[in-house]
């Protein structure tokens, strides 16, 4: 089947960075976009960034805004989280998510059909 597996996080402290990576395993797809979800205790799943391949163009929410960048590849079905100026309250498990296009409104969880196991990111002040 489809696996994706998420690597990167950690402890920093405020102000610091982390680059999270996201890579497909198992049988071979075609995303429509992928992106980042993001969760925190007692808090539901959260909107960060994601790309359609169609259009190249990055969408963040507005907490990141200027902060994360995300990257990745169509073709290998990878992408990228380069998260700067980090915050306490960035501090979550952090997943990533690919769609297939069953679905359009991205910055929703419902929309995707893959999903990573999530990657710890704790951020100290």
């Known amino acids: 089947q489809v696996q994706l597996v998420e690597s990167g996080g950690g402890l920093v402290q405020a102000g610091g960075s982390l680059r999270l990576s996201c890579a497909a395993s198992?049988?071979?797809?075609?995303?429509?976009?992928m992106g980042w979800f993001r969760q925190a205790p007692g808090k539901e799943r959260e909107f960060v960034a994601v790309?359609?391949?169609?259009?190249?163009?990055?969408v963040y929410a507005d907490s990141v805004k200027g902060r994360f960048t995300i990257s990745g590849s169509n073709a290998k079905n990878t992408v990228y989280l380069q998260m700067n100026s980090l915050k306490p309250e960035d501090t979550a498990v952090y997943y990533c998510?690919?769609?297939?296009?069953?679905?359009?409104?991205?910055?929703?969880?419902?929309?995707?059909?893959?999903w990573g196991q999530g990657t710890q990111v704790t951020v100290s002040s």
């Open positions: 998510a690919a769609s297939l296009g069953r679905l359009r409104v991205l910055v929703l969880p419902a929309t995707y059909d893959y």
């Open positions: 198992g049988r071979t797809f075609s995303s429509v976009a």
């Open positions: 790309v359609s391949w169609s259009s190249g163009s990055p």
